[in-house]
Nanobody, 120 residues
Framework: QVQLVESGGGSVMSGGSLRLSCAVSAYACVGWFRQPPGKEREGVAAIDKSGAADYADSVRGRFTVSRDSATLYLQLDNLKPEDTAMYYC????????????????????WGQGTQVTVSS
């Protein structure tokens, strides 16, 4: 049973920053998705082993996804109240599927989530 564990969530004021982390080992494609309260899940970012990253339009320029050999990160800057959500890391996308944020439903493993709350 693969277990992904996120950390780094919290409560900040609008314009603030947070950094999320998740242990993902050697998966080729890993990413983040989020679920705002009362809304559907949405892909946030994805990154492959080469470091090529993809972002949702709503976060591009404010969020940065990165990884090292063992850990996936998501740097959240200039946070807005609409970024309030449970954030999940995800790993293991089927062979041949593009490693992009919109393919978040195709990830085979995900964590329990970490809450990010942004106040205005």
């Amino acid at each position: 049973q693969v277990q992904l564990v996120e950390s780094g969530g919290g409560s900040v004021m609008s314009g603030g920053s947070l950094r999320l982390s998740c242990a993902v080992s050697a998966y080729a494609c890993v990413g983040w998705f989020r679920q705002p309260p009362g809304k559907e899940r949405e892909g946030v970012a994805a990154i492959d082993k080469s470091g090529a990253a993809d972002y949702a339009d709503s976060v591009r320029g404010r969020f940065t996804v990165s990884r090292d050999s063992a850990t996936l990160y998501l740097q959240l800057d200039n946070l807005k109240p609409e970024d309030t959500a449970m954030y999940y890391c995800a790993a293991s996308i089927p062979w041949g599927a593009a490693c992009i944020a919109k393919n978040y439903r195709k990830f085979g493993h995900w964590g329990q989530g970490t809450q990010v709350t942004v106040s205005s």
